[in-house]
């Protein structure tokens, strides 16, 4: 993978995290006082899920470099990483957030859709690179 298409996808995700914090403040302000904390989560969850398929979409349609399935698998391998340690690193120790606490949003049973965002996260880059016939 070209340094230019790994900065480039670098500069995407940081896009990405801006937008994650953004969904969670009005997530907190919006969502969860109207629908309770649950139905917050899970609707801020569907809405990340959306604008990581549309800009993983409109990033793998306008790269210009010579780029590969597994090099877009990278991609998602490197997004779905420094998405795992930026939550556990920024909500524990920047947050004060318990262990516990950072690992329930991984409950699916309890209702729980972070695991989905992160899944997109990982396969939107080679799913779109596929679709595309990149």
């Known amino acids: 993978m070209e340094i230019k298409v790994f900065l480039c996808a670098l500069g995407i995700w940081v896009i990405l995290l801006v937008l994650a914090i953004v969904n969670a403040v009005v997530r907190e302000s919006v969502y969860a006082p109207k ?9 801020s969850s569907i809405i990340a899920i959306i604008y990581i398929l549309v800009i993983t979409y409109w990033f793998t349609d306008h790269i210009k470099a010579d780029v590969t399935g597994v ?18 690193g920024f909500g524990h120790y ?29 396969i939107a880059p080679p799913f779109w690179g596929l679709m595309l016939g990149r």
Do not use: P, Q
């Open 71 to 88: 090099d877009l698998f990278w991609i998602g391998v490197l997004w779905f990483i420094l998405t795992i340690v930026f939550e556990f």
């Open 35 to 43: 629908l309770g904390k649950g139905l917050g989560h899970a609707v």
């Open 94 to 122: 920047v947050m004060g957030r318990s262990w516990d606490y950072l690992l329930a949003d991984y409950n699916i049973l309890k209702g729980r859709l972070w695991s989905l965002v992160l899944l997109t996260m990982l």
